[in-house]
């Protein structure tokens, strides 16, 4: 076949990358920390309109940071929602923690505020502790009910941690996803929306928390002159070479979105009419940046369609499988109610790449519509 793959989603260079590239070779920053990390942080906390951020090597070292700064340790109940990413929950782990996994509702296919409720108090009657944090997740740039989740979090005074590692880009009222929460969280990992080919950042208003982060994130050297350390670090900083692709892409960001926002505006007019199909839905007063559009097939056809667009050379994939299915986590405590199964039982990620050409997405939708029920 002569048309190259088409991927879900792959790197989108904007044209000004190499150029922060360069720079950093120029002037002989090529090592973690530098001006690009220092403007890539400025940069990003502006366009979240955020008080500080601190640029570390993955979203899931954001995450664990975010975990410890909140004195999780071993034993406590973190609550974590189980329709997402394995990167969300494994920090839970590295701290020995336990992780309690909540469903998903249907309106956004993100944590279910009534369930986290129940789990909260059925987690204090247990144990007689409330859980140390909540890490609540934006899944494929949807916004999640993202007040109701953080009115039930201030009521019984539990940490936020939000989970926007999807959803950089998206928002919820006037307001940026990632911003919501004590802490958020962003991954710049090679298929997000904004690559940094690999990379995360952890946000604030809470100045402490991101000192605080860049301070553990470079091994937590304590103010002396020889190396002194009172606490564990960790190496989890980003590198002023990858912070300069970073800002290279942050220049397009709003442009990739509201690409990403046409692709799925396409699948739906092309699809959205066929009763084996559904997608996932957006919030009232949100706007998703459709990372990757989400759907649900009819009673098995998912694998059929998977497998046929894989003929044509067309990747797409499973909805992510809930953490509470997955085996590391299977004797986890879960409030489950059939929405996260169900989803992913049928559900796919069609290609979403912003590279895609118009022609490239109506031969996928063609395959599609031969496939599943009109
Ligand atoms: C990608 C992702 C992460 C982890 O980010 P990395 O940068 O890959 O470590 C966490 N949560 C979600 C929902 C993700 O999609």
Known sequence: MDRKKIWLSSPHMGGEEQKFVKEAFDSNWVAPLGPNVDEFENEMSRYLNIKSAAALSSGTAAIHLALIMNGIKAGDDVICQSFTFSGSANPIAYQQARAVFIDSEEESWNMDPV??????????????????????????????????????????????????????????????????????????????????????????????????????????????????HTQIGYNYRMSNVLAGIGRGQLKVLDKRVERKREIFDRYKKGLGRLKGISFQPELKGSYGNRWLTAAVLEPGAREEVRLELLKYNIESRPLWKPMHLQPVFKDCVRYVSGVSERLFKDGLCLPSDTKMTNGEQDEIIGIIKKMIRG
């Open 115 to 228: 369930l986290l409720e129940k789990a909260i108090k059925d987690r204090k009657k247990q144990t007689g502790k409330y859980p140390g944090a909540v890490i609540a997740v934006h899944l494929y740039g949807q916004s999640a009910k993202i007040d109701e989740i953080k009115a039930v979090c201030e009521k019984y005074k539990i940490p936020l941690i939000e989970d926007a590692a999807e959803a950089l880009g998206a928002s919820f009222g006037n307001r940026k996803l990632g911003t919501f929460g004590d802490i958020g969280i962003l991954s710049f990992n090679g298929n997000k929306i904004l690559t940094t080919s690999g990379g995360g950042m952890l946000v604030s208003d809470n100045d402490e928390f991101v000192r605080k982060a860049r301070f553990l994130s470079t091994q937590a050297r304590d103010n002396a002159p020889h190396y002194e």
